[in-house]
């Protein structure tokens, strides 16, 4: 048996090494050009083929000693539009964004990192296990839009049938060194919102010869916070916020229009996403009837699925974990409400994403996501690619089976979906 972990260690200055090279040179969504040249550059020098698609990312493939499965592995590369200090939560950092206004702030770094790791090791071990890997560098991911021609390509153009897939994220509030992997979805589906309510505007003395796009929202608002309790059952978890709100400029007139924004989040598409997105366009629809006001959709997509993790890649995750790394490192999982692309992946092809812990109090990191102050201990990243090894390994050897029943959904629009 390989010893997974300690052949990582072995490799960490190198580890390391491209965690930092990624944060100093961080690219916004669809503008991860020299990201992308600096991935090529490393899997030519370790002999691994890859291909450019063009507006998606790279994908690279490795193929062991024979036939057998073929796993996807994913990793997203782009930065967010962040200026980092000089300290994250009390220490002053180990490398800094040299790209002022721009930075890996939700550790898409450290995702790199470690499957460039993985590519790097399952490559020299090609002898030693059957099937083919395949590597997914997925070009922005905080917008969604690039993993369609990705996944056009896995799935019309490309050579492979895919079997299964994984995924990981690091997680500001687990120890570094420890891993989390949920039974059930480990990150949230949702639907984001931008509508504009179309009113009649007039004197704030005479309310009555105007429809008041202000008041519709009052009642589109409560109807919308009330619809959580009759509409979605009391064990699932599903959240509504606004996050902007603009409406008028004179404390005596009545607007014209007002416009609203913001997003719900849920862990079950089928069980209370689904109701509530259609129940927010009958709520909108009475508001403004009511009101005498129109409305206009700015921005609403149909709502992104959750993640899925299948229950088979969750056995033979966890028993790698162990294995691999020891019991001690597995980490009672908490779902997490944030959203990720890969839910859309994981419903083609039966998968697992992973928590890869990197909080160190010590160091400063624990911080949440798209703040500031994020930052990562670099030392959790062994166990995050030791564990994709350990899974990667012990799934193209057992070859298992996964009964699993893809979405009748066409490609076109399961890829639409979006917050």
């Known amino acids: 048996m390989i010893n997974i972990l300690e ?36 899997l030519r020098a370790w002999g691994i083929p890859y291909k450019d698609i063009e507006k998606g990312g ?84 905080e917008e969604s839009g690039p993993l369609e021609y990705l996944l056009r390509y896995l799935e019309t153009d490309s050579p492979w049938h895919i079997d299964a897939c994984y995924a990981t994220h690091v997680r ?12 059930e ?18 004197h704030g003395s ?37 996050g902007s709100l603009h409406s008028g400029d004179v404390l005596n007139v009545i607007p014209n229009s007002l416009t609203l924004a913001g997003t719900s989040r ?39 699925f959750e993640v899925q993790n299948n229950p088979v890649c969750v056995d033979i995750a966890e028993k790698a974990v162990a294995k691999y790394i020891g019991p001690d490192a597995l980490a009672d999982c908490t779902p997490w409400m944030a959203s990720e692309t890969f839910a859309i992946t994981s419903r083609l092809y039966p998968g697992i994403l992973t928590f890869t812990g990197i909080e160190n109090k010590e160091k400063g990191c624990g911080a949440n996501h798209h703040t500031p102050e994020f930052d990562l201990d670099e030392d959790g990243l062994v166990s995050g690619a030791a564990t994709c090894l350990g899974f990667a390994i012990d799934y193209l050897e057992q070859k298992p089976d996964i009964p699993f029943t893809r979405p009748d959904e066409p490609l076109e629009k399961l890829v639409a979906r979006n917050i």
């Open 7 to 42: 052949e990582v260690r072995r490799e960490k200055d190198e580890l390391v090494a491209l965690r930092r090279h990624f944060h100093e040179h961080p690219e916004l969504s669809k503008k991860e050009d020299q990201t992308l040249a600096y991935i090529g550059e490393k």
């Open 58 to 141: 790279l994908i690279a493939w490795i193929d062991g000693k024979g036939a057998g499965k073929t796993l996807l592995l994913r990793a997203d590369v782009d930065a967010l539009p962040i200026e980092e200090g000089e300290k994250n939560l009390s220490c002053p950092r180990v490398c800094r964004s040299k790209n002022p206004g721009v930075m890996h702030a939700c550790g898409h770094d450290g995702h790199m990192a470690m499957q460039l790791m993985a590519a790097k090791l399952l490559k020299r071990w090609q002898d030693q296990w059957d099937g083919t890997v395949v590597l997914m560098f997925e070009r922005g991911e």
């Open 172 to 183: 500001w509030d687990i120890p570094a060194g420890k891993v989390s992997i949920c039974h």
């Open 185 to 202: 979805a480990p990150m949230a589906g949702g639907f984001g919102f931008e509508i504009r309510i179309n009113g009649h505007g007039g």
């Open 206 to 242: 005479r309310p009555d010869l105007a429809e008041s796009p202000i008041d519709c929202f009052h009642d589109f608002y409560s109807n919308m916070q009330a619809l959580r309790m009759r509409a979605v059952p009391p064990k699932e978890c599903l959240t509504f916020s606004i």
């Open 266 to 304: 849920f862990f079950s598409y089928d069980h209370a996403g689904k109701r509530f997105y259609e129940e927010f366009h009958h709520i909108l629809d009475n508001a403004c009837r009511t009101y005498g006001c129109t409305y206009d959709i700015l921005h609403m997509p149909e709502p992104l």
